[in-house]
């Protein structure tokens, strides 16, 4: 399985990146192609894998040097260039085993003499990374798509860092374009005032699936990632304001069911709605009081009645709501998004 770990990834991703397939870059008429050229004229004298000195092994490491100038030598201070070399490492390891490895540090070490450290540090790290996708294969595998996602860029920035999004600079760019097409989608959405609730939810699901496919908009569903979008809406919260609670929860719920939820899924949200709903009336019916204590009291007395009315209302959340105020935020005069919060 270990040899096979760089194909998966691809499988894994939907993208060929670093231990991918590339389309290597030709290199332009620059300085790249003169030292590629010396190269080609000159007679290593001490390059060779450890035990074999022969002609034909200093020929290899010559060859594969002009090979590896010629292609990548114009970028190669890019990291997503450098890993593009793995590839070609670990092809040469499947090759030969035993000299592989030292084949290609020598290859390395003469054609980017300057980053060949930086390349070999690299290479070291995505050995890491290539092991890891081994032991987690079945587990990556059994996950949602989204879910593996994550997971993959949450290990790639524990051992590249910054580097990560350079490295698999093309996925992310992926990514956020698809990303940008939803938010346009969005807009549009919120642009088409007269679209009643079902319709608005309906054209939402569908922009889903037309950008992401059915698999990962079903995880966005179940995620609450579409409900998010939808009752993030000016004119679905515009909506919902003006229907009584009772009609308000029903139609959440009906949007909600829209979207695939099941049923025992919908029960829960129901009642987290109503849990939310009964915070804010207790929050506001505070806010109300906290406005009169305000204009009758003042000082010392004025913080007294203030502690108490806090303990009053919110329990052992008082301490918290205190400090939020002493701050300078008060929660319930933020705007109330049915559905959200």
């Known amino acids: ?36 050229q010396a190269l080609e004229a000159r007679q290593p004298q001490a390059i060779s894998p450890h035990g074999d000195s022969t002609r034909q092994a200093r020929d290899r490491v010559l060859e594969l040097a002009v090979k590896y ?35 290609f540090r020598d290859a390395v070490e003469t054609a980017f003499p300057d980053t060949a450290a930086q390349i070999l540090t ?12 081994d032991d987690n294969e079945l587990r990556l595998q059994a996950l949602q798509p989204l879910q593996r996602e994550t997971e993959l860029w949450q290990q790639r920035e524990a ?34 005032g ?33 409900g998010h979008a939808l009752f993030s809406l000016d004119s679905v919260q515009s909506h919902l304001q003006q229907l009584p609670p009772d009609q308000r929860q029903q139609t959440i719920t009906d949007l909600r069911r829209q979207f695939g939820y099941p049923e025992d899924a919908l029960e829960r949200m129901a009642k987290q709605d109503q849990i939310r709903e009964e915070k804010w009336q207790n929050g506001n019916a505070y806010m109300e009081k906290r406005q009169d204590l305000s204009r009758r009291l003042a000082g010392e007395e004025l913080e007294s009645e203030l502690n108490r009315l806090r303990e009053e209302h919110f329990g052992i959340a008082a301490p918290t709501i205190a400090r939020e105020e002493e701050e300078g935020f008060y929660r319930f005069e933020r705007p109330r998004r049915y559905g959200l919060n």
């Open 69 to 103: 100038l010629e292609t990548y030598g114009e970028t190669i201070h890019n990291p997503s260039t450098q890993a593009q070399l793995y590839n070609e490492r670990r092809a040469l390891i499947d090759a030969d085993p035993g000299n592989g490895a030292q084949l």
């Open 159 to 192: 051992l590249f860092g910054a580097l990560a999004s350079q490295i698999w600079g093309e996925e992310a760019s992926f990514l956020e374009e698809k990303s940008q097409r939803f938010q346009q989608a969005v807009s549009n959405l919120e642009e088409s």
């Open 194 to 226: 007269e679209l009643q609730l079902t319709e608005l939810a309906h054209q939402l699901h569908t922009s889903a699936e037309e950008i992401y496919g059915s698999d990962m908009t079903r995880q966005f569903a179940g995620s609450g990632a579409l």
């Open 1 to 36: 399985m270990r040899a096979q770990s760089w194909i998966v990834l691809a499988a894994f991703t939907g993208l060929t990146m670093a231990g991918g397939i590339y389309i290597a870059q030709e290199a332009g008429n620059s300085d790249v192609q003169k030292r590629a």
């Open 122 to 133: 690299l290479m070291a790290n995505l050995d890491r990374y290539h092991e890891w996708l």
